[in-house]
């Protein structure tokens, strides 16, 4: 916490009028100075900045508070970020020796700074940053967006920035930053970043904290590769290109959100001057958080027109249903990305897109089960399957209640039979019994031991077996006929599969994926067929032993839950329809048993995939 006193000093030592005059145009009336007001549009100036009192306010919206509220509400900063930001302005020591790791984290500021300025310098150098430069025009990506976007190139010499840090007594910062690495033998360090084409990940405010850097004629690494966390850097409260887009959205009231760096670039390109990109895979309560006090009351999804798109909005609605974030999603032609359809269809183009934008939920609804009420148990159950994740993460209460009641409009099936589809858990596998053991009364109590970090669970076989083997060949995916991928239980396997499908090489698929989830599909490709027929007979079968094992686990639990029934006469409503289902799981097994045996099984495979 920061001491009551040292943020009164703050506020008595910062030139308000001096502060709010980088963003605002401020012309003297009497002793108060006025403007345009920058938190909503306006044609006649009603902001008003009061330097006797430290203080704003506007007649209009009725914004109002000191320097610090300025800084919050303008700049999307956290109050304590605000405070420290104007100290430091002002030369106050807030106390260091109450947050250790506040000097730790003015040195990776320093040394981000620093490594922003090296790249920014080196991508416009007439020799060294030839080759980034030519990328960017094969992009569509001017000089005067690259410069906005503080762009900048890092050559593939193995220590030029490393060596920097060293001459200027700024290595263990860049150590810190996570911009160098000690080398593997020997002493010195190596830059984190080489053959890259260096993208600044920024603050609202416009302060580099981290980088993505994409890689540039060059072929030994992923195709991206960002910063670690820091103390500066929280992946989960960032968003790409906000210090760009912060102006606009206040003028809209409305953000488009979008995945890559470069497609978030491209759009500010054509003057779509509201997007933004995630950081990470995630979209978290920070984000929305961080959108939240930029004013962005809504939010446009636009995504990239294919399977990977689809799987994005999946990942991202939950957090955004539960948030009750209003959200809508702009539909990309197929094959394109945002990047590509700015540059092809221009700002008038993105506009329109943006415009016909669908609420998510219908989306979701429209896209997982388009045939509605009229769609076929197994299609039914298959959307469900893929609702499921998207559902866990809205808690009980009227939200997830108007949405429970829609997906029982669009199924045509009763809401509770829904919220009880979704709730259903396999239930537990028995632990085994444990021998008693003789009672021994100890001398003395011992310690209570400290618990351990539950470990990651390891993906299971089959469905290991299932990613192992479209890693391998992924034209086995187009045999995956009752899609057995929607079944796939483990997120990161998931996560993997959706990489690989969109047109990413194996190596970038796998780079971000646990080290569990690598080991395991390491040991499943190691048990299948190279290639050719085999492969293709293991793979269905281990789709058949998926798809046989969520049948059971459903009828399972369709047994328990009917069990206690007295005679036909007391049947319930409920209960009908569970052995409704039940009639029509046993009929879709059946065709699974009998689709889902190739010719080529007859010859014998590995482990859990022989014919049950």
């Given at each position: 916490?920061?001491?009551?006193?040292?943020?009164?000093?703050?506020?008595?030592?910062?030139?308000?009028?001096?502060?709010?005059?980088?963003?605002?145009?401020?012309?003297?009336?009497?002793?108060?100075?006025?403007?345009?007001?920058?938190?909503?549009?306006?044609?006649?100036?009603?902001?008003?900045?009061?330097?006797?009192?430290?203080?704003?306010?506007?007649?209009?919206?009725?914004?109002?508070?000191d320097a610090v509220s300025f800084i919050q509400?303008?700049?999307?900063?956290?109050?304590?970020?605000?405070?420290?930001?104007?100290?430091?302005?002002?030369?106050?020591?807030?106390?260091?020796?109450?947050?250790?790791?506040?000097?730790?984290?003015?040195?990776?500021?320093?040394?981000?700074?620093?490594?922003?300025?090296?790249?920014?310098?080196?991508?416009?150098?007439?020799?060294?940053?030839?080759?980034?430069?030519?990328?960017?025009?094969?992009?569509?990506?001017?000089?005067?967006?690259?410069?906005?976007?503080?762009?900048?190139?890092?050559?593939?010499?193995?220590?030029?920035?490393?060596?920097?840090?060293?001459?200027?007594?700024?290595?263990?910062?860049?150590?810190?930053?996570?911009?160098?690495?000690?080398?593997?033998?020997?002493?010195?360090?190596?830059?984190?970043?080489?053959?890259?084409?260096?993208?600044?990940?920024?603050?609202?405010?416009?302060?580099?904290?981290?980088?993505?850097?994409?890689?540039?004629?060059?072929?030994?690494?992923?195709?991206?590769?960002?910063?670690?966390?820091?103390?500066?850097?929280?992946?989960?409260?960032?968003?790409?290109?906000?210090?760009?887009?912060?102006?606009?959205?206040?003028?809209?009231?409305?953000?488009?959100?979008?995945e890559g760096y470069f497609d978030c670039i491209?759009?500010?390109?054509?003057?779509?001057?509201?997007?933004?990109?995630?950081?990470?895979?995630?979209?978290?309560?920070?984000?929305?958080?961080?959108?939240?006090?930029?004013?962005?009351?809504?939010?446009?999804?636009?995504?990239?027109?294919?399977?990977?798109?689809?799987?994005?909005?999946?990942?991202?609605?939950?957090?955004?249903?539960?948030?009750?974030?209003?959200?809508?999603?702009?539909?990309?032609?197929?094959?394109?990305?945002?990047?590509?359809?700015?540059?092809?269809?221009?700002?008038?183009?993105?506009?329109?897109?943006?415009?016909?934008?669908?609420?998510?939920?219908?989306?979701?609804?429209?896209?997982?089960?388009?045939?509605?009420?009229?769609?076929?148990?197994?299609?039914?159950?298959?959307?469900?399957?893929?609702?499921?994740?998207?559902?866990?993460?809205?808690?009980?209460?009227?939200?997830?209640?108007?949405?429970?009641?829609?997906?029982?409009?669009?199924?045509?099936?009763?809401?509770?039979?829904?919220?009880?589809?979704?709730?259903?858990?396999?239930?537990?596998?028995?632990?085994?019994?444990?021998?008693?053991?003789?009672?021994?009364?100890?001398?003395?109590?011992?310690?209570?031991?400290?618990?351990?970090?539950?470990?990651?669970?390891?993906?299971?076989?089959?469905?290991?077996?299932?990613?192992?083997?479209?890693?391998?060949?992924?034209?086995?995916?187009?045999?995956?006929?009752?899609?057995?991928?929607?079944?796939?239980?483990?997120?990161?396997?998931?996560?993997?599969?959706?990489?690989?499908?969109?047109?990413?090489?194996?190596?970038?698929?796998?780079?971000?994926?646990?080290?569990?989830?690598?080991?395991?599909?390491?040991?499943?490709?190691?048990?299948?067929?190279?290639?050719?027929?085999?492969?293709?007979?293991?793979?269905?079968?281990?789709?058949?032993?998926?798809?046989?094992?969520?049948?059971?686990?459903?009828?399972?639990?369709?047994?328990?839950?009917?069990?206690?029934?007295?005679?036909?006469?007391?049947?319930?409503?409920?209960?009908?329809?569970?052995?409704?289902?039940?009639?029509?799981?046993?009929?879709?097994?059946?065709?699974?048993?009998?689709?889902?045996?190739?010719?080529?099984?007859?010859?014998?495979?590995?482990?859990?995939?022989?014919?049950?």
């Amino acid at each position: 916490m920061i001491p009551e006193h040292k943020i009164q000093e703050v506020l008595d030592r910062v030139d308000i009028v001096s502060l709010v005059s980088r963003h605002v145009e401020l012309k003297k009336a009497g002793r108060e100075f006025k403007g345009r007001c920058p938190f909503h549009q306006e044609k006649t100036p009603s902001f008003y900045v009061v330097p006797e009192k430290r203080f704003y306010f506007c007649h209009g919206c009725r914004a109002s508070g000191d320097a610090v509220s300025f800084i919050q509400r303008y700049l999307g900063k956290t109050f304590q970020d605000a405070v420290r930001d104007l100290a430091q302005e002002v030369g106050i020591d807030l106390e260091a020796a109450q947050d250790p790791g506040l000097k730790e984290r003015q040195q990776v500021k320093e040394a981000t700074d620093f490594a922003a300025e090296h790249f920014r310098g080196l991508l416009w150098h007439e020799d060294e940053g030839r080759a980034a430069r030519a990328y960017l025009a094969s992009r569509g990506v001017s000089e005067e967006v690259a410069q906005g976007f503080g762009l900048g190139w890092a050559p593939a010499q193995w220590s030029l920035l490393a060596d920097r840090f060293q001459k200027n007594g700024m290595l263990e910062w860049g150590l810190k930053a996570g911009l160098i690495t000690k080398r593997n033998s020997g002493d010195g360090c190596i830059d984190f970043f080489r053959s890259r084409l260096m993208v600044p990940i920024r603050a609202p405010e416009g302060r580099p904290i981290a980088f993505g850097g994409r890689l540039v004629a060059a072929e030994d690494g992923p195709k991206y590769l960002n910063s670690r966390e820091s103390r500066l850097y929280n992946k989960s409260e960032t968003l790409f290109g906000m210090d760009q887009a912060r102006d606009e959205m206040h003028k809209r009231k409305t953000a488009v959100l979008v995945e890559g760096y470069f497609d978030c670039i491209g759009l500010h390109q054509v003057g779509v001057r509201h997007a933004v990109a995630l950081c990470s895979t995630n979209l978290t309560a920070g984000h929305l958080q961080v959108l939240k006090r930029a004013e962005a009351r809504d939010l446009v999804l636009l995504l990239d027109g294919d399977s990977a798109g689809l799987a994005a909005v999946e990942r991202l609605a939950g957090p955004l249903l539960a948030a009750g974030a209003p959200t809508r999603v702009a539909l990309l032609p197929q094959g394109d990305d945002p990047d590509v359809f700015a540059r092809r269809e221009g700002t008038d183009g993105v506009e329109r897109l943006l415009e016909g934008a669908q609420p998510l939920t219908a989306y979701l609804f429209a896209t997982l089960l388009p045939s509605g009420r009229q769609a076929s148990f197994e299609e039914k159950m298959a959307a469900l399957e893929r609702l499921r994740p998207v559902t866990s993460q809205v808690p009980p209460g009227l939200t997830r209640s108007t949405l429970i009641s829609a997906l029982a409009g669009h199924f045509g099936w009763m809401p509770a039979q829904i919220e009880s589809s979704l709730q259903y858990k396999p239930p537990p596998t028995p632990k085994p019994a444990v021998a008693p053991q003789a009672h021994v009364v100890p001398a003395q109590a011992a310690p209570r031991p400290v618990p351990k970090p539950q470990a990651e669970r390891p993906p299971p076989e089959a469905e290991a077996l299932y990613v192992a083997a479209i890693l391998r060949d992924s034209r086995l995916l187009a045999r995956d006929t009752f899609r057995v991928c929607d079944e796939l239980s483990h997120m990161g396997l998931r996560m993997v599969l959706a990489q690989t499908t969109s047109g990413q090489g194996l190596e970038e698929a796998l780079f971000e994926a646990s080290e569990v989830v690598k080991r395991t599909l390491l040991e499943a490709g190691r048990r299948l067929s190279p290639g050719g027929m085999e492969l293709e007979a293991e793979f269905i079968l281990t789709c058949r032993d998926i798809m046989k094992k969520r049948i059971d686990e459903r009828l399972v639990y369709i047994k328990r839950a009917t069990e206690q029934t007295q005679g036909a006469f007391d049947l319930t409503e409920e209960t009908r329809l569970l052995l409704s289902e039940r009639k029509e799981l046993l009929a879709l097994r059946k065709r699974v048993l009998d689709e889902l045996t190739p010719a080529s099984s007859a010859t014998g495979t590995k482990g859990p995939m022989q014919p049950v």
